[in-house]
């Protein structure tokens, strides 16, 4: 692939990823703050959160549908992007005009709508992904994906809580909308390449779910991202009860945070192609855990800074470490469809953590939260040996 191509390549799925960051800028700086402002809880907020991650939860059938459709004749993937592309746009354009503390349900409703476009889009991206990259490029494909994402973050979070502090909220959700539009044109100038029979979905590729690693490596996933999602949740709501910050500050941590995310895709990256699978997953756990540590010790805004900049490389890496890892494993028979599953279990913790985040704020505190959620590492530890144990070399050799 020359450096051309390659660079339109990596524009499309950074593009992609950046549009995800855009909204994760939203839900990651300002939802919970828009909610506690319409008089809702930090439960309300949880349930919502939770409730509107099951797209990603179910998006498995998203990933076997793309892996056996050729859509209208265009491809496995690209028609598929296309259409969950247009579904949050057209959510975004419409949300301004549902209030969540008189409608929730309805709020609720339209983001799972939105979710499920997103979803699409994702898996769908994922999919393309796999089967466009060699496996010792996955570290760094990983890299660009989740720093694409948290650049959409950076880029965003500052403008979207200026936006909300001094226009509207409605002037967001717009601003949202308009950055949905960025990959459109990279991906309706993809053709996608025609797929080989090799790589012809086939139901008996669901067997790897059987093996060990496959097990082991979807339980250190779960305790991953429910951490991760569950801390990050409450972030900015810790720093404005203790601190008073307002809004627009709140966009500000988020793009220090964003920045981190960044650093930390390169830096799980880095680890997974430079120092191993294993022992990068051993230095993402203690990033983790003194990350989320520091956090409790965080008693003004001038250490919050640092602070937050530091669990947001955290993040990154947590989850640049485990998609690569992921990639690893995924038989392009079905790689959506597995790929997909393998997210389907980060969401599923991502939803748990972030219902029990809110949970205990209202329950007992955010430091004591902090410091329950900084412990939740270790369970993480006794699985990695079956991870990366003589089961993988097995497991690969089947799949």
């Excluded at 990823?17 to 008089?39: D, E, M, R, V």
């Excluded at 354009?93 to 939105?114: K, M, N, S």
């Excluded at 038989?331 to 939803?351: E, K, P, T």
Aim: proline content about 3%; glycine content about 10%; aromatic content about 14%.
């Amino acid at each position: 692939m020359n450096s051309e191509r390659k660079f339109v390549r990596y524009a499309m799925f950074g593009s992609l990823y950046f549009t995800q960051g855009t909204i994760l800028s939203y839900f990651t700086a300002l939802n919970a703050l828009y909610f506690l402002h319409k008089g809702l809880s930090m439960t309300d907020v949880g349930i919502f959160a939770s409730i509107a991650l099951i797209p990603f939860v179910i998006k498995i059938f998203w990933g076997m549908l793309s892996d056996r459709v050729n859509l209208f004749g265009l491809g496995h993937r690209k028609p598929y992007i296309v259409i969950g592309l247009v579904v949050q746009l057209v959510c975004l354009i419409v949300v301004p005009f549902i209030d969540p503390g008189e409608q929730y349900w309805t709020f609720v409703a339209l983001a799972f709508v939105l979710q499920m476009g997103m979803a699409l889009y994702d898996t769908c991206t994922d999919g393309l992904a796999l089967d466009t990259t060699s496996e010792n490029e996955h570290g760094t494909i990983q890299g660009f994906m989740v720093g694409g994402r948290a650049l959409g973050v950076v880029i965003t979070a500052s403008l979207v809580g200026i936006l909300a502090e001094k226009v509207s909220w409605a002037a967001v959700f717009w601003a949202l909308a308009a950055f949905t539009v960025i990959p459109l044109p990279f991906v309706f100038g993809m053709k996608e390449a025609e797929r080989p029979k090799s790589r012809q979905f086939e139901w008996s590729a669901f067997s790897a779910f059987k093996q060990i690693p496959v097990l082991a490596l979807s339980g250190v996933g779960f305790v991953f991202f429910l951490i991760i999602a569950g801390v990050n949740q409450i972030v900015n709501p810790f720093l404005a009860g203790s601190f008073n910050i307002s809004l627009s500050q709140a966009g500000l941590f988020t793009t220090l945070w964003g920045i981190g995310v960044v650093l930390g895709g390169v830096v799980g990256g880095w680890l997974v192609q430079k120092v191993g699978r294993r022992n990068g997953s051993r230095l993402a756990i203690g990033l983790s855990f003194v990350s989320i540590v520091a956090l409790v010790f965080t008693n003004n805004p001038g250490i919050a800074w640092p602070v937050v900049g530091i669990f947001g490389l955290a993040y990154g890496t947590y989850q640049t470490v485990y998609f690569a890892l992921s990639m690893g494993y995924t038989d392009s028979r079905i790689a959506a469809s597995m790929f997909s599953i393998l997210m389907a279990v980060s969401n599923i913790a991502q939803g748990v953590g972030m219902a029990l985040s809110g949970l205990l704020v209202d329950v007992i505190d955010y430091r004591y939260t902090f410091v329950i959620f900084a412990l939740l590492n270790i369970l993480a530890l006794p699985l990695l040996p079956f991870v990366f144990g003589k089961e993988k070399r097995a497991s690969l050799s089947t799949i």
